[in-house]
T-cell receptor, first 113, second 112 residues
Framework: EDQVTQSPEALRLQEGESSSLNCSYT??????LFWYRQDPGKGPEFLFT???AGEEKEKERLKATLTKKESFLHITAPKPEDSATYLC??????????????FGKGTTLSVSS | NAGVTQTPKFRILKIGQSMTLQCTQD?????MYWYRQDPGMGLKLIYY???????DKGEVPNGYNVSRSTTEDFPLRLELAAPSQTSVYFC???????????FGPGTRLTVT
């Protein structure tokens, strides 16, 4: 069964304290892995897409990496405004004409000053 | 460019009532989706569409219906609302199945 597991469920950091969020997946043929940020009461906001093992993407204090079994979202020197829930999702190969994303439950990050 | 818009933002329904959640996108995306998000759970796909006139079921379609008469609009219909349909509903769109998906702001629905 296709599955996406994110850990930890919640993470509390001090401002400037770097850390990583994990997303492990089991899918039959990965087409893409996506990271989203979701603020309370809002829809998910797209951050990164990774397509193949070894690929890396960066945006400000965030860096996403991908292996054959998992992805990491590294947060360097976080600020309070980085507090949000981070969602990981995968898209797998399908015999159908269109498929959608399989989401993990998310990691809720809180950064205090 | 408004992206994906949804109406209403909030709604309270009584058991057995019906309603339509509206969704519009202005990015000329062929693919559109409806997800629901329950506390502590990942987003679950309800229905999706790969173009006008084409729709298909997702993971949790029971109790819902959709239509896609234009590229821009993808309404979600709830018939005979049940408490199990209390959730936050997100509409989304993308250029293709392996491209980034853009989400609307959500509709928070309570069925009592």
């Amino acid at each position: 069964e296709d599955q996406v597991t994110q850990s930890p469920e919640a993470l509390r950091l001090q401002e400037g304290e770097s850390s990583s969020l994990n997303c492990s997946y089991t899918v039959s043929g990965l087409r893409g892995l996506f990271w989203y940020r979701q603020d309370p009461g809002k829809g998910p906001e797209f951050l990164f897409t990774l397509y193949s093992a070894g690929e890396e993407k960066e945006k400000e204090r965030l860096k996403a990496t991908l292996t054959k079994k998992e992805s990491f979202l590294h947060i360097t020197a976080p600020k309070p405004e980085d507090s949000a829930t981070y969602l990981c999702a995968v898209q797998h190969r399908s015999q159908g004409s269109g498929t959608a994303l399989i989401f993990g439950k998310g990691t809720t990050l809180s950064v205090s000053s | 460019n408004a992206g994906v818009t949804q109406t209403p933002k909030f709604r309270i329904l009584k058991i057995g009532q019906s309603m339509t959640l509206q969704c519009t996108q202005d990015m000329n995306h062929n693919y559109m989706y409806w997800y629901r998000q329950d506390p502590g759970m990942g987003l679950k796909l309800i229905y999706y569409s790969v173009g006008a006139g084409i729709t298909d079921k997702g993971e949790v379609p029971n109790g819902y219906n959709v239509s896609r008469s234009t590229t821009e609009d993808f309404p979600l219909r709830l018939e005979l609302a049940a408490p199990s349909q209390t959730s936050v509903y997100f509409c989304a769109s993308s250029y293709g199945p392996d491209r980034e998906t853009y989400f609307g702001p959500g509709t928070r629905l309570t069925v009592t």
